[in-house]
């Protein structure tokens, strides 16, 4: 897999988002440090299933979204054919390693995968390496969000 530099006219977001929340101290940081370092890590991109000569970015949304913030216009990538299964479970295991995404961001994803792909939870289990209890609370934090939402 080599790297090459895409222009962010070719990129396109992965929908929906992991993270559905933003702190401002962090984004600022975190603007500040690509503005100093440009994107160091290169974004994960399949090529779009729509829309030809455009790349849709499996990992590295923010990274993308802060570094045309800061006016940047290209950025690294790593080019790898996918189905949509593979880049929406890449895409979910690449976020569950991180810290910082929000547990019903995750959970929104879990209930998406399963909607999209018919998977159940033991399924989901298996494609992020987590168990069926872990999934359970994930996609039961979405319901009590929409139960919160609707009372």
């Known amino acids: 897999m ?8 070719a990129l396109i977001p992965f929908f929906p988002p992991m993270r559905l929340t933003r702190d401002a101290d962090e984004d600022r940081d975190f603007q500040e440090s690509l503005r100093e370092h440009g994107i160091r890590r290169p974004l994960l ?6 829309h030809e000569g455009k790349f849709e970015v499996v990992d590295g949304n923010r990274r993308l979204a802060h570094g045309q913030i800061v006016g940047l216009e290209d950025a690294p990538c790593e080019i790898r054919k996918m189905s949509d299964e ?4 890449v895409a979910l295991i690449l976020n569950v390693q991180r810290s910082n995404v929000p547990s019903i961001g995750i959970g929104n994803w879990l209930q998406l995968m399963q909607m999209k ?6 399924k989901l289990a298996e494609k992020v390496g987590k168990s069926q209890s872990w999934v ?13 939402t609707n009372s």
């Not at 080599?2 to 006219?9: C, N, V």
């Not at 039961?140 to 919160?148: A, G, P, R, W, Y």
């Open 117 to 122: 792909f018919g998977y159940s939870q033991e």
């Open 86 to 89: 593979e880049a929406f479970t």
């Open 2 to 9: 080599s790297e090459i530099r895409l222009p962010f006219s």
């Open 136 to 148: 359970s609370r994930h996609l039961k934090l979405v319901e009590s969000k929409i139960e919160e």
């Open 45 to 50: 991109v399949r090529p779009h299933p729509i």
